[in-house]
């Protein structure tokens, strides 16, 4: 059976993403320590909050260079998305530095926080494998991240200005929206993921 370990790093839906993945097929591990993600086939980034918060928390609990070195499947899910990136103008803070860029306040925006139901515009990538363009997602954000490089982005959505809203770099995948609170369309990514993990896994 496919092994997926969610981070608990004090601020994540964690019972929805794992009953998402169970109901894939994943064997589903809650990990808060390096020794908890060894061996599992695929890892998940969640969060809510902010980055600086994130960060101290990943750091103490010593997952920061375990993150920086996984070299599996890896979904990172709202701030988890935020966090592949360099540094975020919310607070100041730099994050992981796994994709080169940085995260931004979204503008033009006539609300913040951006909360709801938003279209996007899906690339073709094996985490969208069965969904249509244009699906609808829940967000719950006020900042996203920029690349340096436009060709990580596989997913774009608009709060009145464009933003990305999903990213891909290797084996790292990641999402502003919430895929568990994302109805069938977020479910069918967790199971996607779940499949691409099997795969990668299958191959290694």
């Not at 690349?147 to 959505?157: R, Y």
Request: charged share 20%; proline share 5%.
């Amino acid at each position: 059976m496919t092994s997926v370990a969610v981070i608990d790093h004090g601020a994540g839906n964690l019972v929805s993403i794992a009953q998402g993945l169970r109901r894939a097929g994943a064997e589903v591990r809650i990990a808060a320590t390096p020794e908890e993600i060894d061996g599992a086939d695929g890892l998940v980034l969640p969060g809510v909050g902010t980055t600086a918060a994130a960060m101290e928390r990943l750091q103490q609990a010593g997952l920061v260079e375990a993150l920086r070195h996984w070299e599996r499947p890896l979904l990172g899910i709202c701030i988890g998305l935020q966090l592949f990136f360099d540094f975020s103008e919310e607070d100041g803070s730099m994050a992981l530095g796994l994709i080169p860029g940085t995260v931004r306040r979204l503008g033009n925006a006539p609300l913040l926080p951006h909360m709801g139901w938003n279209d996007v515009e899906l690339r073709d990538d094996p985490i969208f494998e069965g969904i249509r363009n244009g699906s609808t997602f829940y967000f719950v954000h006020s900042f996203a991240p920029v690349p340096e490089n436009g060709a990580v982005v596989i997913g774009e959505s608009a709060y009145d200005d464009p933003f990305v809203a999903a990213v891909r770099s290797g084996r790292r995948v990641g999402v502003q929206f919430h895929p568990e609170r994302s109805a069938e369309a977020g479910l069918k990514i967790l199971a996607n993921f779940v499949e691409i993990s099997k795969e990668n896994a299958n191959a290694a």
